[in-house]
């Protein structure tokens, strides 16, 4: 007697999980190919494979679909982070952390494309997602002014060192460098460009003790 296809052995929930992956994926493609604002509800259900409905009644609105796929590329690139910096702190953590993010831009930059349109979309307007966006930056300021707060306590980074400062312009690298590699990759040697980052931000931040 033949097997049942896949997909017909497959609960209600797992069907629901891969219709919804699809979806995010289809969404990340028609952004980076037209923006947040010609993208709608029924091409993303379309081009995944479904009913032009579908991504209407899952997700009720294109607000809605975009802060998903927010909020699943922030929770995607925590644990990314949280692979590279696990039980480490102070000058360590800032340098794996730095690995992190040049490791995720390689690995994930349609999705990064599709953030930051979706991003930069959102900030000539109050939004729901430039809301979420502002509380997510105070929490990436925060986990690296940790950091340094941590490498103080331990010893290996200055006592003089402004844990607050540092972590803007941490961000503020962070978030530019991916910008200006997604404006043009091949203008950057991104390898060269955090092997310097992090060369020069040790020594920046180390106690000579």
């Not at 797992?14 to 952004?31: C, G, P, V, Y």
């Not at 809605?64 to 922030?74: A, I, N, P, Q, V």
């Not at 990064?112 to 929490?139: I, K, P």
């Not at 530019?176 to 404006?183: A, D, E, K, M, P």
Request: charged content about 30%.
């Amino acid at each position: 007697m033949a097997s049942r296809p896949d997909s017909e052995r497959m609960t209600q929930a797992e069907r629901t999980a891969l219709s919804d992956k699809k979806m995010f994926e289809a969404a990340i493609e028609l952004i980076n190919e037209r923006g947040t604002q010609k993208t709608t509800l029924k091409e993303i259900g379309e081009r995944a494979g479904y009913s032009r409905g579908l991504a209407n009644y899952r997700f009720g609105s294109k607000d809605g679909l975009m802060l998903e796929l927010f909020e699943r590329f922030d929770d995607r690139w925590k644990e990314h982070l949280g692979d590279y910096i696990s039980n480490t702190h102070g000058l360590e953590a800032v340098r794996q952390a730095s690995s992190a993010l040049r490791d995720f831009l390689k690995k994930e930059s349609k999705y990064l494309r599709a953030m930051y349109l979706l991003w930069y979309e959102s900030l000539g307007h109050e939004s729901d997602m430039r809301r979420l966006l502002a509380e997510h930056h105070d929490v990436y300021r925060h986990d690296a002014r940790r950091w340094i707060e941590q490498g103080i306590e331990a010893g290996d980074i200055k006592p003089n060192t402004d844990a607050e400062q540092f972590a803007a312009q941490y961000c503020a690298f962070s978030f530019g460098i991916v910008y200006q590699w997604l404006v043009n990759a091949k203008s950057l040697d991104i390898d060269a460009v955090f092997d310097n980052y992090i060369k020069n931000t040790i020594e920046l931040l180390a106690n000579p003790q």
